[in-house]
């Protein structure tokens, strides 16, 4: 595979197994693409024989790699934020009667239903310090999440704040670890 | 969106009416809603002022709002006070009222939520604030408080 010497081209190197190519842009992010998609960029670019046209190939395949690179990131703090989640309700469990994840406010809202109604100070504070600790965590804090405490109620007064068409119950009543 | 001095003329029309609400104890749970919108203007005149947040905040939500408190570390502790009383003031405006009568005791409202969370807020925000505005909130608050 070619490799461009130019500081402004795109950098690509084969590695030695799967079928990767490893692809290094001009910003510096790096990138595994497959052969295919490589030798998909270098024939168009061959086909158009405008040396300028390699790179804008490589870009559109890199842009590609990119978006899917996002996304598994994203999904990966996502599956990080679940499992802390997780952890943090089954650790409280005694107090919680039902979780919800839902969106709201294009961010993500944990909704969680008290099992008492009067107000209780101690686990308010304790729920204060989870959603400032998931701010602060480098991990999660380009990820737009609060909180929504509720004394115990009834479908009617938990649902109005979950949303129809996005929302996940949290089940770890009877969870063990 | 309206500057620095136009949150604080908000913040204290909101004081008056939450005094207002604190003597008629049939509607104290409201109380809370209308100390959060207090908080809401303070803490909107403290992010006017400080240019990177303010930049952050154009054109933002409630989400947006509290994202620039609980990620900048000198409005820590506002925050922390802040989103309390936010999640209290949803649960209050948004459950119907056989519920919250039995979720806050009026007791619990004026300690914990009006001496407690709203006194922190402003207490916390004065470092951010003109001298006369701080003069003008403290003064209400006291009425209120005492």
Redesign the interface.
């Known amino acids: 595979m070619a490799v461009s010497q130019s500081k402004n081209y795109v950098r690509i190197e084969a590695s030695n197994k799967d079928g990767i190519v490893f692809v290094e842009t001009t910003d510096g992010d790096r990138f595994f693409m497959s052969h295919e998609d490589a030798a998909r960029a270098c024939s168009n670019y061959q086909l158009s024989k405008d040396s300028d046209k390699l790179n804008i190939f490589l870009t559109d395949a890199l842009e590609a790699c990119r978006i899917r690179k996002r996304d598994d990131e994203q999904l990966k703090k996502f599956q990080l934020l679940l499992n802390k989640l997780g952890t943090w309700l089954f650790d409280h469990n005694e107090k919680i009667h039902k979780t919800f994840l839902t969106v709201?406010?294009?961010?993500l809202l944990l909704v969680i239903v008290r099992k008492e109604?009067?107000?209780d100070?101690e686990f308010?504070?304790q729920?204060?310090d989870l959603?400032?600790d998931i701010?602060?965590d480098p991990d999660f804090?380009e990820i737009?999440f609060?909180?929504?405490?509720?004394?115990r109620?009834d479908a009617d007064?938990y649902e109005?704040?979950c949303n129809f068409v996005w929302t996940l119950e949290y089940m770890t009543r009877n969870a063990k670890r | 969106m309206p500057n620095d001095s136009e949150h604080i003329k908000a913040a204290l029309h909101n004081l008056d009416v939450l005094k207002y609400l604190l003597e008629k104890p049939e509607f104290c749970d409201w109380s809370v809603v209308l100390a959060f919108y207090v908080a809401l203007h303070v803490v909107d005149a403290v992010i006017y002022r400080n240019p990177a947040a303010h930049r952050l905040r154009h054109g933002g939500n409630h989400q947006d709002r509290a994202n620039i408190l609980k990620q900048t570390k000198c409005y820590e502790k506002i925050a922390r006070n802040y989103i309390e009383l936010y999640r209290t003031s949803k649960t209050v405006r948004y459950l119907e009222g056989s519920i919250t009568i039995g979720f806050l005791s009026n007791e619990t409202i004026r300690t914990k939520f009006i001496k407690g969370h709203l006194t922190q807020i402003i207490k916390s925000c004065e470092q951010f604030l003109p001298d006369q505005a701080c003069q003008q909130l403290n003064s209400s608050l006291t009425v209120i408080c005492n």
């Not at chain 1, 709201?104 to 961010?107: A, I, N, S, V």
């Not at chain 1, 609060?146 to 004394?151: A, G, I, R």
Request: proline share 7%; with cysteine; hydrophobic share 25%.
């Open positions: 709201c406010e294009g961010g109604l009067k107000y100070e308010e504070s729920v204060t959603d400032m701010a602060k804090s737009p609060s909180v929504q405490t509720l004394p109620c007064g109005s704040f």
